[in-house]
């Protein structure tokens, strides 16, 4: 929304210079009752003719003037959080995971969703979500990700652990824009990490290490931690490591999703 000077100022013609002016006028604004005046009065350099712009109070200006700023404030909020969205993992369908379109059937569920939004309302800690495929646990996880993004205001992330040790890895090719030890700085220090499927498709000593050292820094800088399992407790173990488990389980909050996959019943929000 323009203010009243920018809609002015935008159709002058291009060879105009203005003056500003504070002249008092009879008659009074209808809408505050106060004394109008004309704000600015311009003059054409070509022809030399000059023009005022329309009466307002003081009153008028300045709400539409704050009208103008309120919505600069709120473009660049909403630039801020399409940057956060932009940099959340997020794809696909799990950009339209929200907590409302969660499908809470049983006391189980309800109770599960209602833990992992107060969980993301004011993250910290660890929160393990653990249970067989199919559960909601991606589904919740996405949505507390994107809570973090367009409501608290807060950048969180959602990427696999397999994803993790590529970007990582990354890091040792030629001309690599970053090095390891950037991206272990930056993984291990963001406000908000959620890492799905924890247990699958890793275990060499090198990636346990890497994966160490992500949660290693989280766990010093007291930073928030989502960690997303198909397996149980001991088979995690054994995947993180002992050092990394640890870590993880200290003061942890443990979720299980013991209930039949939605993909069974054909759930319109099939989750992970």
Known sequence: MNT?????????PADTTESVIDLDEPGECTVHGEQK?????????????????QWYCKTCVREQMDAGERDRL?????EQIDRRMANSGLRGRFLEC????????????????VAVQQYFESPTGTL??????GTGKTHLAAAGVRHCCEVTGVQAIMIS???????????????????????????G????LVLDEVGVGFGSEAELTQLFDVLDFRYTERRATVLLSNLA????????????????????????????????????????
């Open 233 to 272: 407790p001991s088979g995690i173990k054994a995947a993180l490591g002992e050092r990394s488990y640890d870590r993880m389980r200290e003061g942890a909050q443990l979720l299980r999703f013991e209930w039949k996959s939605y993909r069974a019943g054909g759930s319109k929000h099939d989750a992970r």
């Open 161 to 187: 652990v397999r994803q993790l040790i590529r970007e990582l890895r990354s890091s040792w090719e030629k001309g690599a824009a970053h090095t390891e030890s950037q991206l272990i700085e930056y993984f």
């Open 37 to 53: 005046i004309r704000a600015l009065k311009f003059k054409s350099q070509a022809t030399g003719q000059e023009f005022w712009t």
């Open 4 to 12: 009243i000077l920018d809609n002015l100022m935008a159709n002058l």
């Open 128 to 133: 393990w979500l653990v249970g067989p495929v």
């Open 189 to 192: 220090t963001l406000p908000v």
């Open 74 to 78: 709120k473009q660049a909020q909403q």
């Open 98 to 113: 929200t907590f409302g379109n969660f499908e809470a059937r049983t006391a189980d569920q309800q109770q599960a969703l």
